[in-house]
């Protein structure tokens, strides 16, 4: 109580004046300044209303929370605001990549209180809800690398060790006529309507063809505001775009020199109300920001075709360098966290990463897992995300089949139409450790596969996934890799002085030709046209045959 406080200080201490405060700045804008002193703030009840920080590492309560109430809930929300890793607002266990030691713990929320008994009354709460209260159990899993295969001269494409793009080239942002860009504004409307064959999904666009921004609509664009939301959006990614200089004239010369397309309606490019003036301000938006990405793109990966070597694939290699944190040994390995609820389970996980010849020559339910004695390191998890969670993420259904798959053909045709050649497969990880391209799309293949005979080594990047939604090809910079990359082997060749080194990629579609042939190439791609463009598909039996077909016929 306040007042009885200010009462008992009054009575008790009258050395101390009681004035009231009207020239001070608020503590809680100053608790947020970089160069802030204060660490420790002393509130009532109100304290935690209508505040905001980022820096809020502990929280002592006293006779505050004693009932269950949703003021309590709001109070714990402050320790979730975490700004993340270049603004992500997510801890860093969500996130790819090594993270510095100690980071978690920088990252908990700390409460402390005094006769306040709301947190049993929320676990209580939580587990009546069937929601998990304690923190999963964490096994760490360590891999097998066959150190043979390390030593057959395999070789991956890098950036040469220490240089950095964003670190050595000033990248100035000017109209490039030879880039493309086009965004989907278009408003689409789904609808699930029942017919006599079953269910049929119908989708209708607002808008179907791309559209230009004609001359005479540039006037109703804020060219300055443009520029400003350019220079956040800049910031945004800085950690990617750090070397990116934006001069103010920039955005207006890129949509006069660049062909920039919009899928939208008439009214977005030819504005006719504000409300339309404002959709085009977006449009403009959209585009410059989706071509400074490109631009980025391009730019770096020019760079990188002038640098990029081939390193040989060792023990230290990033995709072989994840690794359990607070664990002594320096071995790559998983970490499975498993419910502790779950006891049945864990046990039975716990015997199995004990018994190595189990572990990593069989597969069975407990931990589902696919022991491949062609890919680089055994096992690799297989996804079980009712019960069992990895760390990186466990291989998907459609990741599964293909590595299955490719483990048939090979046990039946290395000793027929692969007599003579050796096939090696890693598990290509996603930023922070994988081999990427197109920076800032962040598209990291799922497999690297190496075909080896006495001519050198075909390294085959591949991806399977689903492209129902897929952009249309010649937009789609993911599936066109396949036509970037022998340019970039023989950059490579050069700069090494090798040429027995050839670099391919190839998607491999979980969507059903016949579904795909509809919305793909206007409806004119037959399966042929597909495989052409390096698209084969799951439902083709033969599919991982057509792969090393095309591959070894183009080396």
């Known amino acids: ?136 159990i964490e096994l760490p899993l360590f891999v097998w690398a066959n150190e043979q295969f390390l030593q057959r001269g395999l070789v991956v494409p890098r950036p040469p060790e220490g240089r950095d793009f964003a670190a050595e080239v000033p990248l100035l942002l000017e109209p490039d006529p030879g880039l493309r860009v086009q965004v989907d504004l278009s408003v689409r409307v789904q609808a699930v309507e029942s017919t006599e064959e079953g269910l049929h999904e119908v989708e209708v666009r607002s808008a179907q063809s791309p559209r230009s921004i004609p001359r005479e609509s540039w006037a109703f664009v804020d060219w300055q505001q443009v520029y400003l939301e350019l220079l956040a959006y800049k910031e945004r990614k800085s950690e990617k775009l750090k070397n990116l200089i934006i001069r103010p004239e920039a955005p207006r010369q890129i949509i006069e020199k660049v062909p920039c397309t919009v899928v939208a309606e008439e009214t977005v490019v030819r504005p006719r109300s504000l409300a339309d003036r404002t959709r085009l301000q977006e449009a403009v938006t959209h585009l410059l920001c989706r071509y400074v990405d490109r631009f980025y793109q391009v730019r770096r990966e020019q760079w990188e075709k002038r640098t990029m070597v081939y390193r040989p694939l060792d023990k230290n290699d990033p995709n072989l360098g994840f690794r359990p944190q607070d664990v002594r040994e320096e071995k790559a390995g998983y970490v499975v966290k498993v419910p502790r609820s779950e006891q049945e389970l864990i046990k039975a996980v716990q015997q199995l990463l004990e018994d190595q010849r189990q572990l990593y020559q069989q597969e069975n339910a407990e931990l589902p897992r696919i022991n491949f004695d062609r890919h680089i390191y055994v096992p690799l998890l297989v996804e079980q995300t009712d019960k069992i969670q990895a760390i990186p993420p466990a291989l998907n259904p459609d990741e599964a089949r293909f590595v299955r798959d490719l483990r048939n053909y090979w046990n039946a045709e290395k000793d027929k139409s692969l007599a003579g050649k050796e096939i090696f497969l890693l598990r290509n990880l996603t930023r922070g450790y994988g081999i990427g391209f197109f920076e800032g799309r962040g598209f990291y293949p799922d497999f690297i596969l190496w075909i080896i005979d006495q001519s050198g080594q075909r390294i085959v990047f591949i991806e399977p996934h689903g492209m129902l939604h897929a952009k249309a090809y010649l937009h789609d910079e993911k599936v066109r890799l396949h036509e970037r990359l022998p340019e970039l082997a023989k950059e490579i060749g050069k700069r090494c002085n090798r040429n027995d080194v050839s670099l391919d990629a190839f998607i491999i579609s979980t969507t059903p030709y016949d579904i795909l042939h509809e919305h793909y190439g206007a409806g004119t791609w037959d399966r042929e046209r597909f495989a052409q463009k390096h698209i084969l598909f799951f439902e083709e039996d033969n599919y991982i045959e057509k792969l090393f077909t095309m591959v070894l016929k183009n080396a």
């Open 1 to 136: 109580d306040t007042a009885e406080f200010k009462k008992l200080v009054e009575e008790n201490a009258a050395e101390i004046v009681l004035e009231q405060d009207v020239i001070s700045g608020s503590l809680f804008e100053r608790i947020n300044r970089p160069d802030s002193t204060l660490y420790v703030l002393i509130g009532a009840r109100k304290f935690m209303e209508g505040w905001n920080s980022w820096r809020v590492a502990s929280m002592g309560l006293l006779n505050i929370g004693r009932q269950e109430g949703s003021q309590i809930i709001q109070l714990f929300g402050r320790g979730v605001r975490l700004k993340g890793k270049d603004m992500s607002l997510k801890r860093s266990a969500a996130l790819d990549g090594q993270h510095p030691p100690y980071l978690r713990l920088l990252e908990t929320l700390n409460i402390f209180a005094v006769r306040a008994n709301y947190m049993a009354q929320f676990r209580d709460y939580l587990e009546r809800e069937g929601v998990e209260v304690e923190p999963a």
